[in-house]
């Protein structure tokens, strides 16, 4: 939570101001997927933002910066999601 904490002071955010949290549900290795979608869902219901999970294939061919203007019918809100691991 410190590394996240860091990262937001660094480039002059505020978690008070974040209306949206985007996490990857995969595929990928068990515990990185767990962790994520822990820690995000942990930030999204202490700060009572919108929490989406999207897959990787979401992201062929398109930036991180495109995120936000994918239509959210792609993405899964915060009590459907279901991480897809890998081994």
Same mark, same amino acid.
């Given at each position: 939570?410190?590394?996240? #904490?860091? $990262? #937001? ?12 949290? $985007? ?21 999204? $219901? ?12 979401? #992201? ?14 792609? $993405? ?12």
């Amino acid at each position: 939570m410190l590394l996240i #904490l860091n $990262f #937001l002071n660094q480039h002059n955010l505020n978690l008070d101001k974040i209306t949206q949290i $985007f996490v990857n549900q995969g595929p990928g290795k068990i515990s990185s997927i767990r962790n994520s979608i822990a820690i995000a869902k942990g930030i999204a $219901f202490a700060k009572n933002i919108d929490l989406y999970g999207f897959l990787s294939e979401h #992201l062929i061919n398109k930036g991180v910066n495109q995120l936000v203007k994918i239509d959210k019918k792609n $993405f899964t809100n915060i009590n459907l999601i279901k991480p897809l691991y890998s081994s």
